[in-house]
């Protein structure tokens, strides 16, 4: 069960750290991103994301021989997927990074390899991860045409950590283990192993991939319960901030903050592969999401309402207001836009504002491409 080299596919916000975590360990690791940027940026012992801790580590295994990056996969003992899973459409999960990924790493394959997809997932996305890699090597067999005899192992090995301390809970965070066999599954715990100090806790594909959806939806409607009374507040003059506080002293209350909304490629994005799956009974998880997705514009009437006061406070045209969005990443000390609520309030100001707008982000460099030529990126000071 030695697992000499291991390929990480997909060196993002998760890819690259579960591949320093590894090397750390001092074992061969080889990643593996469509990125030339990237993997140019890595090889020099450097990183392309914002991460705490991350630049030491990778700098560590790079100079030390153990972390290579590459473009395209090469030959391992087991191989880790860690690429985006967006959605498309009416909010329908896009498994085309994964099925590329899959199709990428099946002419290395051998017989006694491991496939982990980490990618978060639709319940079933393992089975059809499996699926390419037999159409591709159809001189293997796989779990689900041979179960335990099978040449390949397959499992779901979802992340659950916080971005800005991924290298903390990476290590010391339980995993839930689904292997699509008991053999898989035991394969992958043995895998974790030489990096994690949590537990590994062991269940099948399909519960794994509902697992990290339901974690990521709970989560969701809670913070949607938040961001909902204070809709209410605004409208009966209360202060939702004392609210809060207040009904927390019950002792089993336990309330979130409210915020602009909700961000990041998890919370704000899993959720709907629950939906689009079960649409008739995932009827409080789909409201959660229009709450929580509806909070922006709710925000942004507030700015225009404070623009109002401040006209008719002032002498000042609309075109001299400025006005500075503090902050685009979807949370603190991390460059991470996706989904971000602060991105798409800053793009709701600008659309509708005459005059400048500003927005402050010191981990960012360039703006993406929805706030660029009309929001202004300015130095942290």
Request: aromatic residues 6%.
């Amino acid at each position: 069960m030695s697992f000499d080299t291991i390929s990480v596919i997909g060196l993002g916000y998760i890819g690259l750290p579960t591949a320093a975590a590894f090397a750390s360990r001092k074992k061969k690791v080889v990643g593996v991103d469509v990125n030339q940027h990237a993997v140019d940026t890595i090889n020099r012992g450097a990183i392309h994301i914002v991460e705490p801790d991350l630049d030491k580590v990778v700098k560590a295994a790079v100079d030390g021989g153990f972390l290579q990056a590459v473009t395209k996969p090469l030959a391992a003992d087991a191989f880790l997927i860690a690429v985006p899973t967006p959605f498309k459409g009416d909010h329908e999960p896009d498994l085309a990074y994964v099925e590329a990924a899959a199709k990428s790493l099946a002419p290395v394959l051998k017989k006694g390899d491991l496939v982990i997809l980490e990618s978060t997932s639709p319940v079933g996305a393992t089975e059809q991860m499996a699926e390419w890699l037999a159409q591709a090597r159809s001189d293997l067999s796989f779990p689900q045409q041979a179960g335990e005899a099978a040449d390949v192992n397959i499992a779901y090995c979802p992340e659950r950590v916080l971005p800005g301390q991924v290298m903390v809970e990476l290590i010391q965070n339980d995993r839930v283990i689904g292997g699509m066999t008991p053999k898989c599954s035991e394969r992958a715990s043995a895998l974790y192993k030489i990096f994690l100090e949590g537990e590994c806790v062991i269940t099948n594909s399909r519960t794994a991939e509902m697992c990290k959806l339901t974690e990521n939806s709970f989560r969701d409607v809670n913070i949607a319960f938040a961001n909902e009374l204070s809709l209410i507040c605004a409208e009966q003059g209360i202060n939702v901030w004392e609210l809060i506080r207040l009904a927390n002293r019950h002792p089993r209350v336990n309330i979130l903050q409210p915020g602009p909304g909700v961000g990041g490629h998890c919370i704000a994005v899993d959720p709907w592969f629950i939906v689009a799956q079960n649409p008739q009974q995932a009827r409080l998880i789909h409201t959660a999401r229009l709450v929580n997705d509806g909070k922006p514009l709710w925000v942004v009437d507030r700015v225009k309402a404070a623009v109002a006061d401040c006209l008719a406070a002032t002498d000042k045209r609309a075109s001299e207001v400025k006005i500075a969005c503090f902050g685009l990443a979807f949370k603190p000390n991390i460059d991470d836009l996706r989904e971000s609520p602060a991105v798409e309030v800053a793009h709701l100001i600008a659309e509708w504002h005459v005059g400048e707008t500003l927005a402050v982000e010191p981990n960012v460099e360039q703006l993406p491409k929805s706030l660029a030529g009309h929001v202004t990126l300015t130095p942290n000071r």
